[in-house]
Structure formats: C-alpha cells, structure tokens
C-alpha cells in the first residue's frame, strides 16, 4: 500500500492506494456550511424527550417521598430530576429545530 500526499484530495481513492487528506485552510464559514444527519437526530430526539421527561418526573417524586434518612437524599433527587428534564427540554427544542430544517429543504435534498 502506498501513501500519496494531495493537497486538495476530498477523499479516499479506490485505486489500491491510500489518499491523505490534508487539512483545508479554514475561512469561518465551516459551521455555516455544516452538516448533520437530521432523521438521526430526529430519532435520538424522539426516543429521548419521553425517557427524560419521565425521568425527571420519577426523581421528582422520588424527592417528594424522600425522608430524612432516605438515600437517595431529597437534594439529590432533586439535582437529577432538574437535569433529568433540562435534557428533556434540549431534545424537544431539537425536535423543533429539526422539523423546521427538514421543512425547509428543496424536496431533493431529502
């Protein structure tokens, strides 16, 4: 096997021979023309708002039943159950902001 050095080469070549690909002179607009994979996103989002929403409403009650000589301790439940549904809140807003995107596009971007 044998390495080729390009400047320029976007990828891997199928000839037998490794490709390095150098890296590109940034010029700032890498987070404008970044891509993710929205169905992806769409799915983890999906999967996730509902587990951490019943997470934080576990924790919370969980918090709420807790004695003084409980373990969990009432602080700690509540700590988890606030982190439990600001993850909750970050995937429902990703939901949004996902569906506004895949709206968006030119229907032959799907």
């Not at 023309?33 to 997470?55: E, K, V």
């Amino acid at each position: 096997m044998s390495f080729t050095h390009r400047p320029h080469a976007r990828g891997l070549r199928a000839e037998g021979r490794l490709v390095l690909v150098t890296a590109r002179r940034r010029d700032g607009t890498e987070a404008g023309r970044a891509r993710s994979d929205l169905r992806l996103r769409r799915l983890l989002s999906t999967i996730f708002a509902p587990l951490f929403t019943a997470g934080g409403v576990v924790f919370a009650l969980a918090g709420l039943r807790a004695t003084q000589d409980s373990s969990p301790s009432a602080g700690l439940c509540a700590v988890l159950s606030a982190a439990c549904l600001v993850l909750a809140a970050v995937a429902i807003t990703d939901l949004y902001v996902i569906r506004r995107r895949l709206r968006g596009r030119q229907p032959h971007q799907h």
